[in-house]
């Protein structure tokens, strides 16, 4: 059931008009499709092992103060009784026919999650009516097709939207005119305000500031000298509910990358080489749908000891061959004595991660050495013929999916043999 909030209040057209919609619980509610008898019920989406954190939480579960990215054995011990539902694969399609649903609204989506986007209705509202009315039409043709419930909220900035599309929850649609605005904002706890974390709310508390409305009542000289010129730049305008962003509807991603987490701490050389693998092809693989090639890898190492560290690994030529990739990091965590000879680690592993930075277009191309003969110094010959490999397996998985095919050395064999 949807509930408008100040629904019928007019947003001024020299004002822009800006929708947050949010998928509420989208992960349980998209397993829910497939198990409709576990509806009602405290359920926690997540991989059941001992290492895995919390995706999802149904609304059931939140109320024992489960969380997303919370360690599942944490979310077990409050929410005893707890259904684990294992994550599927279907989140991604469910993604792409509700931004499907916003872009026919508009072509001015900014979606900047797998179940949340921005959307720009100043132009939309000239032919298709009030943005309240938007906002619902979209809504209702999310429930109806998709069967998935959604939050909206609307107002003439991005924060105040994605303010008002929290406080809407679950499945409901809250509209704050520009008039409204601060009396929305006021009896808010300033650590609600976009940007301030655990640490600028400490300050703000231990200076008796505990209200967006206190905050306002400081002038922007008095909270650039306890924040600094910036910070406190920040504050004096989300207390205000100033926030200039607009709608990108394409953003260029600056880096990609992949991590994966042990279920026990490994030293082994076969198990550590095919995670490295591993995520390799997957950070190789984003690369190549977004057409992009890198020029150098950050690696993140975490110890079992929760020691954690990054260190980066550069590449002799800019590339999307997950082979290649592979290569160079298996070196470089040899030369940094992360790993022996042997490939086994000296000290157990808990993490490793993967990052593709200084991305590039792969229409720039890669300049071919003449020289180099040795595949570990990242020749680009070879990395072309691994290129060439690796676009072959993407059209075998987009035909027969993922684990249609895959290198030999990620097959493990059954024990024994």
């Not at 947003?11 to 929708?19: A, G, K």
């Not at 026919?97 to 939309?124: K, N, P, Y």
């Not at 605005?181 to 300050?203: H, I, R, T, Y």
């Not at 180099?372 to 690796?390: D, F, I, R």
């Amino acid at each position: 059931m949807a509930v408008h909030r100040n629904g019928d209040a007019v947003l001024r057209s020299r004002h822009p008009i800006i929708m947050h919609l949010d998928m509420d619980a989208f992960f349980v509610n998209v397993e829910l499709l497939s198990r409709p008898e576990l509806r009602g019920q405290k359920i926690i989406v997540a991989r059941d092992s001992p290492r895995s954190v919390v995706l999802s939480a149904s609304y059931e579960a939140r109320r024992y103060g489960v969380g997303s990215a919370m360690p599942l054995v944490r979310a077990k011990q409050m929410c005893p009784g707890a259904t684990i539902v294992e994550p599927s694969a279907h989140y991604r399609d469910y993604s792409v026919w509700v931004m499907d649903i916003l872009r026919d609204i508009t072509d001015r989506v900014e979606q900047v999650s797998v179940d949340e986007a921005f959307v720009d209705l100043t132009g939309a509202v000239r032919t298709q009516g009030s943005p309240a009315a938007i906002a619902q039409k979209a809504r209702d043709r999310i429930a109806h097709e998709l069967n998935l419930p959604s939050s909206v909220g609307i107002s003439s900035s991005k924060f105040i939207a994605k303010m008002a599309s929290t406080g809407s929850k679950p499945n409901g649609l809250w509209v704050v005119p520009p008039s409204r605005v601060q009396e929305f904002l006021d009896p808010l706890p300033v650590g609600k305000l976009w940007g301030v974390g655990k640490k600028s709310n400490a300050v703000l508390e231990s200076l008796g500031i505990h209200t967006v409305k206190q905050l306002t009542e400081y002038e922007l000289s008095w909270l650039q000298s306890k924040f600094g010129q910036a910070a406190g730049a920040h504050l004096y305008a989300m207390a205000r509910g100033v926030d200039p962003r607009p709608v990108v509807t394409h953003r260029e991603e600056k880096s990609m990358g992949a991590e994966h987490t042990f279920s026990v701490d490994v030293t082994e050389s076969e198990q550590i080489s095919q995670a490295v693998y591993n995520l390799c092809l997957k950070v190789a693989r984003r690369l190549r749908i977004a057409n992009r090639q890198t020029r150098t890898l950050s690696l993140k190492i975490r110890f079992s000891d929760f020691e954690t560290l990054a260190r980066a690994c550069p590449l002799g030529a800019p590339t999307a061959s997950g082979k290649v990739m592979y290569e160079a990091v298996m070196k470089q965590l040899r030369q940094l004595g992360f790993l022996d000879q042997a490939g086994d680690a000296p000290r157990a592993l808990r993490l490793l991660g993967i990052r593709a930075e200084k991305l590039e277009d792969s229409a720039a191309g890669v300049q071919l050495a003449l020289l180099e003969t040795s595949l570990t110094q990242s020749v680009p010959e070879a990395g072309v013929h691994w290129l060439e490999a690796e676009e072959t397996m993407d059209r075998i998985h987009a035909k027969f999916g993922s684990k249609g095919l895959l290198p030999a050395r990620l097959l493990t064999p059954p024990k024994g043999e």
